[in-house]
């Protein structure tokens, strides 16, 4: 199978970290009977200085039309608003509709406390619809915003939720280590409060979980209201497995749960849509270390296995995820952030050579 791959590098250290990731998939095995067609594609702050756009159409009609799946480096944004710049993975998204972002926090097996969590956000509604209003009352402005919940992207969220976990199980079955016995999903909300869209998102993922084939997996279904959420998140990080949540706790869940790996150039993360996938590490374009040749390529090199997972490549994810996690337990090429002086480029020798 020949996989097309888009490569968007974007800003900063989406150049340096990008071709690291083309490298793990070119140095994949070739009994794994993979190839890959690489396609460079342009956006981000630096496209649109050069071309009055930060996502040009052909980048777009390109990953719809050429490619199987992408990586995505990181882009700049401007401090201030720029009239005609808007964050071009959040279009993509858009346009793609890619539903789901899927955000895996994992240390390694022998850390002190030792976590393998996957946070499965949903990409398209409530608050993030962006339906925002403000009026002049006599007590001053009073500001609203649209929080929108359908039953058919909670469905779906909850959906791919429970595919994950079954994945998971079956990735854990196969021998890898882990610190979980069985597959679980928390659906996180607050229908406490909000009844109605929160309450639906519950009710709605629920349906979704009791489906047959994740009765048959032996998923396991619990809910958590998400201020405690955050509290369990920290007290208590390896009692979870998949997480699943709305827009807005999504994206503050995710971000938190990245604060306990220890750096951000570990945690990769994916776009995911019908049959598409945009792998994407949840770092920025880090000005602070651009050009120095020391970024973490690993949160890229995860994102380039996560996007295999969802072009049902598994077993070519694995052996990324294992020559990853082999470099990251013997801990003695590992970059600055993680507290090494080894190069981006000696960390993706080392586990090239493991892979
Ligand atoms: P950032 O993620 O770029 O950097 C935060 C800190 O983490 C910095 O000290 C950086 O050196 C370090 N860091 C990040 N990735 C690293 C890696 N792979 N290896 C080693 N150290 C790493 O976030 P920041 O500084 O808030 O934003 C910088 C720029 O990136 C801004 O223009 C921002 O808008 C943009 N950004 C883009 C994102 C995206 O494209 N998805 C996400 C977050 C920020
Ligand atoms: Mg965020």
């Known amino acids: 199978r020949t996989l097309r791959i888009g490569l968007i590098p974007g800003d900063g250290i989406g150049k340096e970290v990008i071709p690291a990731g083309r490298r793990i998939l070119e140095a ?25 756009v930060a996502l040009p159409e052909e980048t777009v009609s390109i990953l719809k039309s050429d490619c199987d799946g992408a990586l995505f480096g990181a882009v700049s944004s401007p401090t201030t608003a720029v009239k005609g710049y808007s964050s071009p993975i959040v279009a993509l998204r858009k346009k793609l509709d890619l539903y789901a972002n899927v955000r895996p926090v ?3 097996v022998s850390a002190p406390k030792p976590i393998d969590m996957v946070i499965v956000r949903e990409n398209t509604e409530d608050l993030y619809v962006k339906e925002e209003t403000t009026r002049d009352t006599p007590d001053g402005k009073v500001a609203e915003a649209v929080k929108r919940i359908s039953q058919r992207a909670s469905s779906r969220i ?4 429970g595919e994950i976990a079954l994945r998971r199980q079956k990735i854990r079955a196969a021998g890898s280590p882990s610190i979980h016995k069985g597959p679980l999903v928390t659906i996180t909300h607050k229908s406490n409060v909000l009844s109605q869209t929160d309450g639906l998102f519950r009710s709605t993922a629920r349906e979704a979980l009791a489906a ?6 032996a998923v396991a279904v619990e809910e958590q209201i998400v201020d405690s959420m955050v509290y369990k998140l920290f007290r208590q990080p390896e009692a979870y497995d998949v997480i699943v949540a ?12 990245a604060a306990l790996v220890g750096s951000l150039g570990l945690v990769p993360s994916a776009n995911v849509g019908e049959g598409f996938a945009i792998g994407e590490p949840c770092h920025g374009s880090a000005p602070d270390i651009q050009g120095q040749g020391i970024a973490n390529p690993i949160a890229t090199l995860r994102s380039a296995a996560l996007m295999l997972e969802f072009l049902n490549e598994e077993a070519a994810a694995a052996k990324i995820y294992a020559a990853v996690d082999a470099n990251l337990e013997e801990g003695k090429l590992l970059s600055p952030d ?3 002086t080894a190069k981006t480029e000696e960390v993706v020798e080392d586990i090239l050579r493991r892979l």
Not at 28 to 52: H, N, R
Not at 246 to 257: E, K, Q, R, V, W
């Open 212 to 217: 047959p084939r994740f009765r048959e997996g």
């Open 158 to 161: 909850a959906t791919i939720a």
């Open 106 to 108: 994992k240390t390694v």
């Open 246 to 257: 709305p827009n807005l706790y999504g994206d503050i869940l995710s971000d938190g749960a």
């Open 338 to 340: 993680l507290g090494g």
């Open 28 to 52: 994949l095995p070739a009994s794994l009977g993979l190839k890959f067609e690489f396609i460079d594609l342009k956006a981000g702050w630096e496209t649109f200085q050069q071309q009055g």
